[in-house]
């Protein structure tokens, strides 16, 4: 079982549709972290939560601690938001290592 | 700030061949790591490093080897190169965790490395 474990795996939606990719993890954490690969691109990092919420722009990341979850909701999507979207989390149990979600590829339609 | 650097970005390796991809950061963090990532599959950490001269294996480490003789550099070895080594791979680093909601602790990555073993 991972550690990370996101879904939806594919999700496809119409432009301007209001998303949300989920992501719940099995081990104690310093921070959850949501990244952004687009197709044959780099990763980086959108946000890095460790209570609460964030925003910005159309992006909002949620986390409950208590219940080991966290949310990334895009409002307004647009095809430019096409991408995978990874959440790791980072643990202080394991020497501060990453542990990495299987991804959501995102398709956003005009 | 040119953040993490790799190289080379493409190669086409065959099959007992050997090669290093190289990783440079100039944030002056103390840790570095190197990932693979497969097609569906989560990233893999294959090796660590919290500092200068000290490395650490991670999950996937057989088939390669890594040094960091510097605070900057963080070479991965590939040695004898097989087909399962085809994959993406990424170097990354980060501050050891400071607490809170520091913008120290983001990880930072590589544009990544694609390989190709045939």
């Known amino acids: 079982k991972n550690e990370v474990e996101q879904s939806p795996q594919n999700l496809t939606a119409q432009e301007g549709e209001f998303i949300t990719i989920n992501c719940s993890y099995s081990v104690g954490i310093s921070a959850l972290h949501w990244l952004q690969q687009h197709p044959g691109g780099g990763i980086v990092s959108l946000f890095m939560l460790s209570s609460g919420k964030k925003k910005h722009g159309r992006l909002i990341a949620t986390i409950n601690i208590q219940e080991k979850h966290s949310s990334l909701h895009i409002t307004a999507s647009h095809p430019r938001d096409s991408a995978v979207y990874i959440c790791a989390v980072r643990s202080p149990n394991t020497g501060n290592q990453f542990y990495f979600g299987t991804g959501t590829s995102l398709t956003v339609i005009p | ?118």
């Open chain 2, 1 to 118: 700030n040119a953040g993490v650097t790799q190289t080379p970005k493409f190669r086409i390796l065959k099959i007992g061949q050997s090669m290093t991809l190289q990783c440079t950061q100039d944030m002056n963090h103390n840790y570095m790591y190197w990932y693979r990532q497969d097609p569906g599959m989560g990233l893999k950490l294959i090796y660590y490093s919290v500092g200068a001269g000290i490395t650490d294996k991670g999950e996937v480490p057989n088939g390669y080897n890594v040094s960091r003789s510097t605070t900057e550099d963080f070479p991965l070895r590939l040695e004898l190169a097989a087909p399962s080594q085809t994959s993406v791979y990424f170097c990354a680093s980060s501050y050891p965790w400071v607490g809170g909601s520091s913008g120290a602790n983001v990880l930072t990555f590589g544009a990544g490395s694609r390989l190709t073993v045939l």
